[in-house]
């Protein structure tokens, strides 16, 4: 009996793996203008210095190699092809912050859990990896920011506006529906909290693998063509989900049955030895520094808290004088045909340009408001940092100056590569920018 379980589970962590692989190409294809050397969105380095376009061109190589392997590579090169894969992103993240998408972000830390530890840890990381990303997705929505905003359209739009109310003002103003309403932003968050308490007690997986379903399914309607519209990146991850999670979850004799796979993605044979040893601490490390996420120390999209404003968030306004200086902005993408003056413009500058969202960081949105002050006057460029919880203005930039002299704050780096090629051609990087 022990044997044949320990062959369900070594056969599903293959088909696991391949899902994986799939969920690399499929992703970075819906994706695949941000993982190139492009120049319609500021790349942001992690660290104080410009790579050259060959990293990029590098790591996309390796990506696709190590996706393609993972996806359709002999089984007793899988850990070689994951090795492949993580080191693939790691050097894109190294490139540009904005590739930390949530989705990439998770991969990373799967092939790393692939190419170091044995069967057994493997699986039981995979599952826990899964549990704490539904887990820490629910705390951040325990917040009245995500209920006032996000909660309220959410809740709009998976019940076709049947409990309405007033959008003039915010915080929305009563409705004869409003209570109802509420309850329903408060369901998303409760529900998905219940996903991950079902999931991580063995008895009730199964069922918190249908509830997990059931979310997925909700979220691709209020995601999907005819909800709110979203990128096709975030849709392909919901349903990857879906697929991972029946996998993970559903008792061993249901599905994907199979001969006996003694060793089916080669052996790690001793149990404390230094990979397995590194692999419980990647997992450890990857269940605790999420909780940090509010104190500052770990950012949203890395602690799971999708859907969520981080805080302090930073609005980079772009003001147009004149019609020229107005379709010089949108011909490269910064504004679209409905530029409103006082909304941030870095999110849908990211979206029309790459078809993925911008890092919910201030320092991306520092040097979001750099990039455009480096090819475009500077006195058309403002940004404001604001406080999360009351939206007040704490700190208000009006010109470059101002904005390069704040982005030596941060410990990684907020400067975008566009500033760092000129600061190569004129052989000087000044604090005044």
Not at 158 to 178: Q, T
Request: proline letters at 6%; charged letters at 15%; one cysteine or more.
């Amino acid at each position: 009996m022990q044997q044949d379980h320990r062959a369900a589970i070594g056969h599903r962590l293959v088909w696991l793996t391949r899902l994986l692989g799939l969920g690399v190409l499929a992703l970075v294809a819906a994706t695949w203008k941000l993982w190139t050397p492009q120049e319609v969105f500021p790349r942001v380095p992690l660290f104080r210095w410009a790579p050259p376009d060959w990293w990029d061109w590098t790591s996309l190589a390796l990506i696709a190699i190590g996706g393609g392997g993972l996806l359709a590579g002999p089984r007793c090169r899988i850990r070689r092809f994951a090795a492949t894969l993580a080191f693939g992103l790691a050097i894109a993240f190294l490139c540009d912050q904005h590739r930390l998408q949530p989705w990439a972000w998770q991969f990373f830390i799967l092939a790393l859990l692939i190419t170091l530890a044995d069967e057994a840890l493997l699986w039981t990381g995979w599952q826990w990896l899964t549990i704490s990303i539904y887990f820490y997705s629910a705390l951040s929505k325990f917040d009245r920011e995500f209920l006032d905003s996000i909660g309220h359209t959410f809740a709009a739009t998976a019940f076709g506006g049947l409990f309405s109310w007033d959008r003039s003002g915010y915080p929305p103003g009563p409705s004869p529906f409003y209570s109802m309403n509420y309850a329903l932003m408060w369901a998303y968050p409760v529900g998905e909290l219940g996903v991950a308490l079902l999931l991580a007690i063995p008895v009730s997986r199964k069922g918190g693998m249908w509830a997990a379903i059931a979310m997925h399914g909700l979220l691709l309607q209020i995601l999907g063509p005819f909800g709110l519209n979203h990128s096709y990146g975030v849709l392909i991850w919901n349903v990857l989900f879906v697929i991972q999670d029946v996998m993970l979850f559903s008792p061993h004799g249901s599905l994907f049955r199979g001969p006996l796979i003694s060793s089916p993605l080669g052996t790690v044979k001793r149990p404390w030895g230094w990979k397995n040893l590194l692999s419980q601490v990647l997992i450890g490390w990857m269940m605790l520094w999420p909780a940090s996420y509010r104190s500052g120390f770990c950012d949203a999209w890395l602690a799971w808290a999708l859907y969520v404003t981080p805080s302090p968030k930073g609005t980079v306004d772009v003001g147009v004088l004149t019609m020229e200086r107005q379709q010089e902005l949108r011909s490269a993408g910064i504004i679209g045909t409905d530029f409103d003056l006082f909304g941030s413009v870095s999110g849908p500058w990211s979206l029309r340009t790459l078809h993925a969202p911008a890092y919910p960081n201030l320092r991306c949105d520092v040097a979001a408001a750099l990039d455009i002050a480096e090819h475009f006057d500077t006195d058309y460029v403002r940004l404001m940092v604001r406080s999360r919880q009351s939206d007040t203005i704490e700190i208000d930039m009006q010109s470059a100056h101002e904005i390069h002299a704040y982005a030596r704050r941060f410990w990684f780096n907020a400067y975008p590569t566009s500033m760092y090629r000129r600061a190569a051609k004129e052989k000087v990087m000044s604090d005044d920018g």
